[in-house]
């Protein structure tokens, strides 16, 4: 199977600032990444697929990049309705793994 | 709208069965694999198990496979995830998902149904 890293695994920040998140493959997805954001009592929503497109509707401060095994998600201005939990998820193959997640919260 | 609506999901003793069920809408059901991902408690997400759009293609998380089986009914627009053998571990929210694509980008998902597995 393959296994998904993310790190760091919480971060504070402040409105206005920008936010790296990587995440890590135990062997080559290719392209085949996803990230998700999910808030508190909330099923997740797709922000990024195929590591760096951006899914129709999500705001354009995020963005994804990377290939074969190290992807980084990025949000660029921070907005207050972007405190939530992000995931990242490989679909190279099954089973699909998730990363364990990546808490951003209030500085 | 497009959207997914999770149900059957309740209390059950460790050992015992559950049906949950997807009713899909808004969209043409029978073209479009789906995906079960379930979060327990405080902790994050994990696939559980997928089928393709005619059901031809079926696949289990190891944490699940021999227990739980996934179906759907494209006449009826649902999915299904048949749970058997029910451990403590397996308390969770269940979410149905659709994947949009190849990349399997779960771009819509219901709101979820609570098993809780316990005595």
């Known amino acids: 199977d393959i296994q998904m890293t993310q790190s760091p695994s919480s971060l504070s920040a402040s409105v206005g600032d920008r936010v790296t998140i990587t995440c890590r493959a135990s062997?080559?997805?290719?392209?085949?990444l996803n990230w998700y954001q999910q808030k508190p009592g909330k099923a997740p929503k797709l922000l990024i697929y195929?590591?760096?497109s951006l899914q129709s509707g999500a705001p354009s401060r995020f963005s994804g990049s990377g290939s074969g095994t190290d992807f980084t998600l990025t949000i660029n201005s921070l907005q207050p309705e972007d405190f939530a939990t992000y995931y990242c998820q490989q679909s190279f193959n099954t089973p699909r793994t998730f990363g364990p997640g990546t808490k951003v919260d209030v500085k | 709208e497009v959207q997914l609506v999770e149900s059957g999901g309740g209390l059950v003793k460790p050992g015992g069965s559950l049906r949950l069920s997807c009713a899909a809408s808004?969209?043409?059901?029978?073209?479009?694999?789906m995906n079960w991902v379930r979060q327990a408690p405080g902790m994050g997400l994990e696939w559980v198990s997928s089928?393709?759009?005619?059901?031809?293609?079926?696949y289990y998380a190891d944490s699940v496979k021999g227990r739980f089986t996934i179906s759907r009914d494209n006449a009826k627009n649902s999915l299904y995830l048949q749970m058997s053998s029910l451990r403590a571990e397996d308390t969770a929210v269940y979410y149905c998902?659709?994947?949009?694509?190849?990349?399997?980008?779960?771009?819509?998902w219901g709101k979820g149904t609570t098993v809780t597995v316990s005595s």
């Open positions: 062997q080559s997805i290719t392209s085949y």
């Open positions: 089928i393709s759009s005619s059901s031809s293609y079926i």
């Open positions: 195929a590591a760096s």
């Open positions: 998902a659709r994947p949009l694509s190849g990349y399997d980008n779960m771009d819509v």
């Open positions: 808004g969209f043409t059901f029978s073209t479009y694999s």
